[in-house]
RNA sequence: GCGGGUGUAGCUCAAUGGUAGAGCCAUAGCCUUCCAAGCUAAAGACGAGGGUUCGAUUCCCUUCACCCGCUCCA
């Protein structure tokens, strides 16, 4: 499937348009259309109804270590910016970065290390040609030496036998340090001068509080709806009566300022996340993790994702964050991808205790395998906590404990997209000439399809019409229903098909008589008659609700 | 944010320094008894801003969006 033409079918049936189109658009925005808002709101509300309504905190579900409650939370886009220091988002969203005008790359300001080097310059013909010193670049790596001296090798077009006649003066030290770039030889460059000033990232959305508010009044509108629910734990202990191991879940609007919005829908600005923060003993995350892992994978099956272009890639350990003790990432195989690549729906993270202790104690950094509150130069915690009691005491055990967190982190719009992606479908039917024509047709899940079923009247004669209109009025009590009485049955057959409407019901001649309608399957193009007064119970039967 | 490419109707494609054409789709009506049929009607576009020009969709500049490659990817 090519996925221009996905494209044009979500525009050209009303499921997804770019936002501000006719102001030329907005990079990284997109708009869903009069089904798009149904398709997505099936999708998370199947996310919801499965993940809490439906949880019976009762039993102990399949893989599950025991059992578990869960609840929800709606919190707000704006938080005290403070909540954004101790996440460690306004240090991680903040980069400083240098273009080299050369190479056409684009490095973290911090992270471009070098050192002073004085060398000759190869001249023609070997000969030896001008002194120079030059400040020669590298990322940071293992061995920075060794990587810098062979950028100083290439630099002055020297052999490596020659390393010893380069006069390296001072410590390796980042480029942040130096005022002027004139001399500075960027890490991929030839020539030297190639670096700009850095300039600022910001890939947190900025506003401002109050309507005189300055820089003081200052907050962003939130990158994860995850940290809503650290900050409202206590909270949720204090007024529900729910006990660890519980799960917290909300769906909600985030937004990123990314670099790079592309691949359609895939990389937004503004998006929607559906997660759950998962509290539970220390001595019992690891299992917790995996369950968690599990659950999400299969959910994502039984919802129609089956097959090669799903998979579960648990995280290297080089790949970890400092503070997990494992990550699994669930992929989907997007057809915008280059082949072989897989794009992420949902990332399940083990993040242990970092969020809690953050919002109790400041923001943390790795020091050899503990965490510990970053300093400021004066010693001081560097963005401070709320000092607030964030462990729980459990009345059972009488054992007091700072919670573990599994999160499962699921992108509303991304598992949108992969359902429009997978359920795009091409097969021929035969035309009335009997000669096979094409056709297109989305096979969702009937959970997630935004219309379940369509009424047509199969000519407007005869009272087909008022038959078709009382059984739409009917079902339209209980789920999302067209009626279509235009043109030829055939046309609003496969217009019905483009939209992923499983069921079709027409009313012809025999209803009349006899009372009963055709059911067409959307998949088989199968009908079946059945009676107009069982239709509602057949239809649920089906659509298994 | 950088480099390259592309912007004409919802879609596919024309033509033009002087009133921008067509097919499909969609709309209304007629006709039609089961898988995109037919007839009729009406509607619909030069991505945006600026400049040159008597006149710009066409030439120039800027900008926006999309595609590809970098970069980024908590």
Request: glycine share 8%.
């Given at each position: 499937m090519e996925m221009d033409q996905l494209v044009a079918l979500c525009k050209r049936r009303g499921f997804?348009?770019?936002?501000?189109?006719?102001?030329?658009?907005l990079n990284g925005f997109w708009d869903y259309g009069p089904l798009g808002v149904l398709l997505k709101k099936n999708v998370k509300d199947a996310w919801w109804n499965d993940m809490v309504m439906s949880h019976n905190e009762m039993i102990v579900p399949k893989g599950a270590p025991q059992t578990?409650?869960?609840?929800?939370?709606?919190?707000?886009?704006?938080?005290?910016?403070?909540?954004?220091?101790?996440?460690?988002?306004?240090?991680?969203?903040?980069?400083?970065m240098v273009d080299c005008r050369e190479s056409k790359k684009r490095y973290r300001y911090d992270h471009v290390r070098g050192?002073?080097?004085?060398?000759?310059?190869?001249?023609?013909?070997?000969?030896?040609?001008?002194?120079?010193?030059?400040?020669?670049?590298?990322?940071?790596?293992?061995?920075?030496?060794?990587?810098?001296?062979?950028?100083?090798?290439?630099?002055?077009?020297?052999?490596?036998?020659?390393?010893?006649?380069l006069q390296w003066e001072g410590d390796i030290f980042p480029i942040s340090r130096l005022d002027d770039f004139s001399d500075v030889l960027g890490p991929d460059a030839k020539h030297v001068g190639t670096l700009t000033a850095p300039r600022e990232f910001n890939l947190m959305f900025k506003t401002v509080?109050?309507?005189?508010?300055?820089?003081?009044?200052?907050?962003?509108?939130?990158?994860?709806?995850?940290?809503?629910?650290?900050?409202?734990?206590?909270?949720?202990?204090?007024?529900?009566?729910?006990?660890?191991?519980?799960?917290?879940?909300?769906?909600?609007?985030?937004?990123?300022?990314?670099?790079?919005?592309?691949?359609?829908?895939?990389?937004?600005?503004?998006f929607e996340q559906m997660e759950i923060e998962f509290f539970c003993h220390p001595s019992q995350s690891a299992e917790w993790y995996r369950y968690w892992r599990d659950r999400r994978f299969s959910w994502y099956t039984e919802m129609g994702l089956a097959g090669e272009r799903l998979r579960l890639r648990?995280?290297?350990?080089?790949?970890?964050?400092?503070?997990?003790?494992?990550?699994?990432?669930?992929?989907?195989?997007?057809?915008?991808?280059?082949?072989?690549?897989?794009?992420?729906?949902?990332?399940?993270?083990?993040?242990?205790d970092f969020d809690l202790r953050s919002h109790m104690e400041g923001k943390l950094v790795k020091d050899g395998n503990t965490l510990v509150v970053e300093k400021n130069e004066h010693g001081q915690p560097k963005h401070r906590g709320s000092g607030k009691d964030l462990t729980y005491y459990d009345d059972l055990t009488k054992e007091r404990f700072t919670p573990h967190v599994i999160e499962p982190s699921a992108g509303a719009d991304r598992a949108t997209l992969a359902f429009l992606c997978e359920s795009y479908n091409v097969d021929t039917a035969p035309d009335e000439n009997g000669k096979p024509q094409e056709r297109v047709f989305l096979k969702f899940n009937p959970r997630i399809a935004p219309i379940k079923a369509a009424v047509f009247p199969l000519v407007k004669k005869d009272g087909m019409p008022e038959i078709a209109a009382e059984i739409?009025?009917?079902?339209?009590?209980?789920?999302?229903?067209?009626?279509?009485?235009?043109?030829?049955?055939?046309r609003r057959y496969r217009r019905q098909d483009e939209?992923?409407?499983?069921?079709?019901?027409?009313?012809?001649?025999?209803?009349?008589?006899?009372?009963?309608?055709?059911?067409?399957?959307?998949?088989?193009?199968?009908?079946?008659?059945?009676k107009k007064d069982e239709l509602l119970a057949e239809l649920n039967g089906r659509l298994g609700r």
């Amino acid at each position: 499937m090519e996925m221009d033409q996905l494209v044009a079918l979500c525009k050209r049936r009303g499921f997804l348009f770019q936002s501000s189109e006719i102001y030329g658009g907005l990079n990284g925005f997109w708009d869903y259309g009069p089904l798009g808002v149904l398709l997505k709101k099936n999708v998370k509300d199947a996310w919801w109804n499965d993940m809490v309504m439906s949880h019976n905190e009762m039993i102990v579900p399949k893989g599950a270590p025991q059992t578990y409650e869960m609840t929800g939370l709606d919190c707000t886009i704006i938080m005290h910016p403070q909540v954004w220091k101790c996440s460690g988002h306004y240090d991680l969203f903040h980069d400083y970065m240098v273009d080299c005008r050369e190479s056409k790359k684009r490095y973290r300001y911090d992270h471009v290390r070098g050192r002073w080097v004085t060398g000759t310059k190869r001249g023609e013909g070997g000969a030896p040609g001008q002194q120079m010193r030059v400040f020669v670049t590298t990322m940071e790596t293992e061995n920075t030496q060794t990587a810098l001296d062979e950028v100083a090798l290439k630099f002055f077009g020297l052999r490596k036998k020659d390393v010893e006649t380069l006069q390296w003066e001072g410590d390796i030290f980042p480029i942040s340090r130096l005022d002027d770039f004139s001399d500075v030889l960027g890490p991929d460059a030839k020539h030297v001068g190639t670096l700009t000033a850095p300039r600022e990232f910001n890939l947190m959305f900025k506003t401002v509080i109050g309507a005189l508010g300055g820089e003081d009044d200052a907050s962003f509108l939130r990158p994860e709806t995850a940290q809503g629910i650290f900050v409202n734990f206590k909270n949720v202990c204090d007024s529900t009566r729910v006990r660890v191991p519980f799960g917290i879940a909300q769906v909600g609007k985030s937004f990123r300022n990314e670099i790079t919005p592309r691949n359609f829908t895939f990389r937004s600005r503004e998006f929607e996340q559906m997660e759950i923060e998962f509290f539970c003993h220390p001595s019992q995350s690891a299992e917790w993790y995996r369950y968690w892992r599990d659950r999400r994978f299969s959910w994502y099956t039984e919802m129609g994702l089956a097959g090669e272009r799903l998979r579960l890639r648990e995280h290297d350990a080089d790949e970890l964050s400092h503070y997990s003790c494992g990550t699994a990432d669930i992929e989907y195989q997007f057809p915008f991808l280059p082949p072989g690549e897989f794009g992420e729906l949902e990332g399940i993270a083990h993040r242990g205790d970092f969020d809690l202790r953050s919002h109790m104690e400041g923001k943390l950094v790795k020091d050899g395998n503990t965490l510990v509150v970053e300093k400021n130069e004066h010693g001081q915690p560097k963005h401070r906590g709320s000092g607030k009691d964030l462990t729980y005491y459990d009345d059972l055990t009488k054992e007091r404990f700072t919670p573990h967190v599994i999160e499962p982190s699921a992108g509303a719009d991304r598992a949108t997209l992969a359902f429009l992606c997978e359920s795009y479908n091409v097969d021929t039917a035969p035309d009335e000439n009997g000669k096979p024509q094409e056709r297109v047709f989305l096979k969702f899940n009937p959970r997630i399809a935004p219309i379940k079923a369509a009424v047509f009247p199969l000519v407007k004669k005869d009272g087909m019409p008022e038959i078709a209109a009382e059984i739409y009025g009917e079902l339209k009590k209980s789920m999302s229903v067209f009626f279509d009485d235009k043109g030829a049955v055939g046309r609003r057959y496969r217009r019905q098909d483009e939209i992923g409407t499983p069921y079709c019901i027409t009313v012809d001649g025999q209803t009349v008589q006899d009372g009963t309608v055709t059911l067409r399957d959307r998949d088989t193009l199968k009908q079946e008659r059945v009676k107009k007064d069982e239709l509602l119970a057949e239809l649920n039967g089906r659509l298994g609700r």
